[in-house]
């Protein structure tokens, strides 16, 4: 744990709970989280260069998942995003919003209900560049 | 005759019949107007007969009289005298009774000549009594008289041309008749052609009524080819084409309403398939929703026990009860997520919707997470788990990591299910071209009713578990090229199950998703 620098998370769900429970998990393991249920009060905060990584739940009243992120890639070019979805299938929604932002081919994102393994094999992945490992977290 | 009529009535053909006695009628005309026409003009040859023979007295009786007056001068002898007014006698004899002259044969004069003919014969007899009486009958010495013989020379020269002159009458009377005869022959001629014509005409007018329905049949059966199934001929006729038409209609209104009947069925069948379709689309979805919104909920509790007992751990490091607690929590939480993972991808399966993720992963960490999650399981059931892939470091497959796992957290799960108290060995090995995973148990074996349909839905041999997972298990084993097997061990116990995974992957450069 020691070796990661301390990096920010910005996490975007609808369901308070889950939410909570992903900014719970990375906190424990040394992440900087911020946590909203509102994807607009979530846009009006983003600033450029303010996060490491955003976690957004695809499915969401409005705007979902996708139509967020495109909003925040306006803002911030160079943001990585995880996508969580409590559908199983992502594939459906690169059947439906394909044209809106493809996830074909793209491997950022994680089924909900996510294991705390998972996620954080995830999280690290994307931030550092590299497999997390099992023992670090033991 | 009789025997064309019993012929005519073996033949059980109406049509035939009445083209046969169309064809009998038809040649009966030909026969006839042929015989009238022969008969007319034998009747005119007969007429230029009796006109030639008639003409001939006009000669004959010069001769007899040059033959006469040649006697008369004492050039010429009796015999031909008498042979010349013979002959004339024969040949007025022949226009009576008839006979044959100079090889040609005469009939008899009709009787609308009698008159002439009587005229012929009574100058005939006039002139034959002459040089009977006068001639043949008077002495040499007596004819040699001067006057006698000039007086006798001036009534034979009038009685010869009272002969010659009613001959003459009788030929123009014949010559005229024969003319009337000849010009009734042309328009009899004429009335014979137009009246068989006609009545071919007729004929062929009616061979085309009686064989019509043929044609219309046929234009009919071209129709119901189309499609046209209110087709109607309309034909009524007392022969076997009526019989034909009829039944023809009847034919095509049964498969109307057969038709008719069919596609009912079909629109009812159609009906009820669309309904229980639409049921089933709606089960479907409802199981959708229900697994999905199951799973938001299960995310906190999954996501905290994890969290809860790492901070637990991190602190202390003697297991406690509660660590126990939080160890069934978690794992309750991941068996009721893949179970209902089972039941989703069922219906995806089933509504052929079952996509894999393909991405490069390690089997051997897919199978020792499993083992791990199941640690609670696994002792509950006190049951011995054998796992040693020390060789391996890892075994990197082209594969959806979740539904691979899934298989293996179902072939474990049943093997602990069914083996209590007992030992299972979870083997993993690789070759060049494919790695396979076997779960050996020493538990209660496999149900040889069970056997045969192990792998198909529904199917268990216990009374708790969907029966999904092995179905399951084998679409997605299947879908990513390898198979899954299941038999008893030989040695009686337990069974072992084991699946294959091809190593290298033709989609391995792009991530391919696969439709099952």
Same mark, same amino acid.
Do not use: W
């Given at each position: 744990?020691?070796?990661?620098?301390?990096?920010?998370?910005?996490?975007?769900?609808?369901?308070?709970?889950?939410?909570?429970?992903?900014?719970?998990?990375?906190?424990?393991?040394?992440?900087?989280?911020?946590?909203?249920?509102?994807?607009?009060?979530?846009?009006?905060?983003?600033?450029?260069?303010?996060?490491?990584?955003?976690?957004?739940?695809?499915?969401?009243?409005?705007?979902?998942?996708?139509?967020?992120?495109?909003?925040?890639?306006?803002?911030?070019?160079?943001?990585?995003?995880?996508?969580?979805?409590?559908?199983?299938?992502?594939?459906?929604?690169?059947?439906?919003?394909?044209?809106?932002?493809?996830?074909?081919?793209?491997?950022?994102?994680?089924?909900?209900?996510?294991?705390?393994?998972?996620?954080?094999?995830?999280?690290?992945?994307?931030?550092?560049?590299?497999?997390?490992?099992?023992?670090?977290?033991? | 005759?009789?025997?064309?009529?019993?012929?005519?009535?073996?033949?059980?053909?109406?049509?035939?019949?009445?083209?046969?006695?169309?064809?009998?009628?038809?040649?009966?005309?030909?026969? !006839?107007?042929?015989?009238?026409?022969?008969?007319?003009? =034998?009747?005119?040859?007969?007429? $230029?007969?009796?006109?030639?023979?008639? $003409? *001939?007295?006009?000669?004959?009786? =010069?001769?007899?009289?040059?033959?006469?007056?040649?006697? +008369?001068? #004492?050039?010429?002898?009796?015999?031909?005298?008498?042979?010349?007014?013979?002959?004339?006698?024969?040949?007025?004899?022949?226009?009576?009774?008839?006979?044959?002259?100079? #090889?040609?044969?005469?009939?008899?004069?009709? =009787?609308?000549?009698?008159?002439?003919?009587?005229?012929?014969?009574?100058?005939?007899?006039?002139?034959?009594?002459?040089?009977?009486?006068?001639?043949? #009958?008077?002495?040499?010495?007596?004819?040699?008289?001067?006057?006698?013989?000039?007086?006798?020379?001036?009534?034979?020269?009038?009685?010869?041309? &009272?002969?010659?002159?009613?001959?003459?009458?009788?030929?123009?009377?014949?010559?005229?008749?024969? %003319? &009337? &005869?000849?010009?009734?022959?042309?328009?009899?001629?004429?009335?014979?052609?137009?009246?068989?014509?006609?009545?071919?005409?007729?004929?062929? /007018?009616?061979?085309? @009524?009686?064989?019509?329905?043929?044609?219309?049949?046929?234009?009919?059966?071209?129709?119901?080819?189309?499609?046209?199934?209110? /087709?109607?001929?309309?034909?009524?006729?007392?022969?076997?084409? $009526?019989?034909?038409?009829? =039944?023809?209609?009847?034919?095509?209104?049964?498969?109307?309403?057969?038709?008719?009947?069919?596609? @009912?069925?079909?629109?009812?069948?159609?009906?009820?398939?669309?309904?229980?379709?639409?049921?089933? @689309?709606?089960?479907?979805?409802?199981? &959708?929703?229900?697994?999905?919104?199951?799973?938001?909920?299960?995310?906190?509790?999954?996501?905290?026990?994890?969290?809860?007992?790492?901070?637990?751990?991190?602190?202390?490091?003697?297991?406690?009860?509660?660590?126990?607690?939080?160890?069934?929590?978690?794992?309750?939480?991941?068996?009721?997520?893949?179970?209902?993972?089972?039941?989703?991808?069922?219906?995806?399966?089933?509504?052929?919707?079952?996509?894999?993720?393909?991405?490069?992963?390690?089997? +051997?960490?897919?199978?020792?997470?499993?083992?791990?999650?199941?640690?609670?399981?696994?002792?509950?059931?006190?049951?011995?788990?054998?796992?040693?892939?020390?060789?391996?470091?890892?075994?990197?497959? /082209?594969?959806?990591?979740?539904?691979?796992?899934?298989?293996?957290?179902?072939?474990?799960?049943?093997?602990?299910?069914?083996?209590? $108290?007992?030992?299972?060995?979870?083997?993993?090995?690789?070759?060049?071209?494919?790695?396979?995973?076997?779960? *050996?148990?020493?538990?209660?074996?496999?149900?040889?009713?069970?056997?045969?349909?192990?792998?198909? *839905?529904?199917?268990?041999?216990?009374?708790?578990?969907? !029966?999904?997972?092995?179905?399951?298990? *084998?679409?997605?084993?299947?879908?990513?090229?390898?198979?899954?097997?299941?038999?008893?061990?030989? %040695?009686?116990?337990?069974?072992?199950?084991?699946?294959?995974?091809?190593?290298?992957?033709?989609?391995?450069?792009?991530?391919?998703?696969?439709?099952?």
């Amino acid at each position: 744990m020691a070796q990661v620098k301390k990096r920010r998370i910005l996490i975007v769900d609808d369901e308070e709970d889950v939410g909570k429970t992903f900014k719970m998990i990375l906190e424990n393991y040394g992440f900087d989280v911020d946590c909203f249920t509102d994807p607009i009060m979530a846009l009006k905060q983003f600033k450029p260069n303010l996060y490491d990584l955003t976690i957004l739940d695809i499915k969401m009243p409005y705007p979902n998942g996708f139509k967020l992120y495109n909003q925040l890639k306006l803002i911030d070019s160079n943001i990585k995003t995880l996508f969580i979805t409590a559908l199983s299938s992502v594939e459906s929604y690169n059947t439906e919003n394909y044209k809106v932002y493809p996830l074909r081919g793209q491997r950022h994102y994680v089924k909900k209900p996510v294991s705390k393994n998972d996620l954080l094999r995830q999280v690290y992945s994307m931030l550092v560049g590299q497999e997390y490992e099992d023992d670090l977290l033991e | 005759m009789n025997l064309f009529l019993a012929l005519l009535q073996r033949v059980n053909s109406r049509v035939i019949l009445k083209i046969t006695l169309l064809v009998i009628i038809e040649i009966g005309l030909i026969c !006839g107007s042929f015989y009238t026409l022969t008969y007319y003009q =034998s009747q005119g040859t007969s007429i $230029g007969n009796l006109i030639n023979a008639a $003409g *001939k007295n006009r000669y004959l009786t =010069s001769n007899s009289l040059l033959q006469t007056e040649k006697f +008369l001068d #004492g050039s010429s002898n009796m015999l031909r005298l008498k042979t010349a007014s013979d002959i004339l006698g024969t040949n007025i004899q022949a226009l009576t009774y008839g006979g044959t002259i100079s #090889g040609i044969n005469i009939r008899s004069l009709p =009787s609308d000549f009698s008159s002439y003919l009587s005229n012929v014969k009574r100058d005939f007899s006039a002139y034959k009594a002459l040089i009977d009486d006068k001639v043949i #009958g008077q002495s040499h010495v007596t004819l040699d008289t001067p006057e006698i013989g000039m007086v006798l020379k001036q009534d034979l020269e009038a009685s010869a041309s &009272n002969l010659i002159h009613s001959s003459d009458i009788l030929v123009t009377a014949l010559g005229l008749y024969a %003319d &009337n &005869n000849s010009q009734n022959l042309i328009i009899l001629q004429i009335f014979l052609a137009v009246l068989n014509i006609g009545i071919l005409v007729l004929i062929l /007018y009616l061979v085309t @009524r009686i064989l019509m329905p043929i044609s219309v049949l046929t234009q009919a059966t071209r129709e119901i080819k189309k499609g046209n199934f209110s /087709y109607h001929v309309e034909h009524k006729s007392e022969d076997e084409l $009526g019989e034909l038409t009829e =039944s023809f209609n009847s034919m095509i209104i049964s498969i109307r309403s057969y038709i008719e009947e069919q596609s @009912r069925l079909t629109h009812e069948l159609r009906m009820a398939n669309e309904e229980i379709l639409q049921r089933e @689309r709606m089960k479907d979805e409802f199981i &959708n929703i229900a697994a999905h919104e199951m799973r938001t909920p299960v995310q906190p509790i999954l996501g905290l026990s994890e969290l809860l007992k790492s901070m637990r751990t991190e602190n202390k490091a003697v297991v406690t009860k509660e660590d126990e607690m939080l160890d069934m929590i978690i794992s309750n939480a991941k068996r009721l997520l893949l179970i209902e993972e089972n039941i989703l991808n069922v219906a995806r399966i089933e509504n052929k919707l079952l996509k894999l993720n393909k991405e490069q992963c390690d089997l +051997l960490e897919i199978v020792s997470n499993v083992i791990q999650d199941a640690k609670n399981q696994i002792g509950k059931n006190k049951v011995e788990v054998r796992y040693k892939p020390s060789e391996l470091r890892t075994i990197s497959v /082209y594969a959806d990591r979740a539904k691979l796992t899934q298989v293996v957290f179902n072939l474990l799960n049943n093997a602990i299910k069914f083996t209590k $108290g007992g030992s299972i060995t979870v083997d993993l090995e690789m070759d060049d071209k494919q790695a396979i995973v076997s779960i *050996k148990d020493t538990g209660v074996g496999i149900d040889p009713r069970v056997e045969p349909n192990l792998f198909s *839905k529904y199917i268990t041999n216990s009374s708790s578990g969907t !029966g999904l997972g092995l179905f399951i298990s *084998k679409t997605i084993i299947e879908a990513h090229g390898g198979k899954i097997t299941a038999f008893n061990n030989i %040695d009686g116990k337990g069974a072992t199950f084991r699946f294959s995974l091809p190593l290298v992957d033709i989609g391995i450069s792009q991530n391919v998703e696969r439709t099952i």
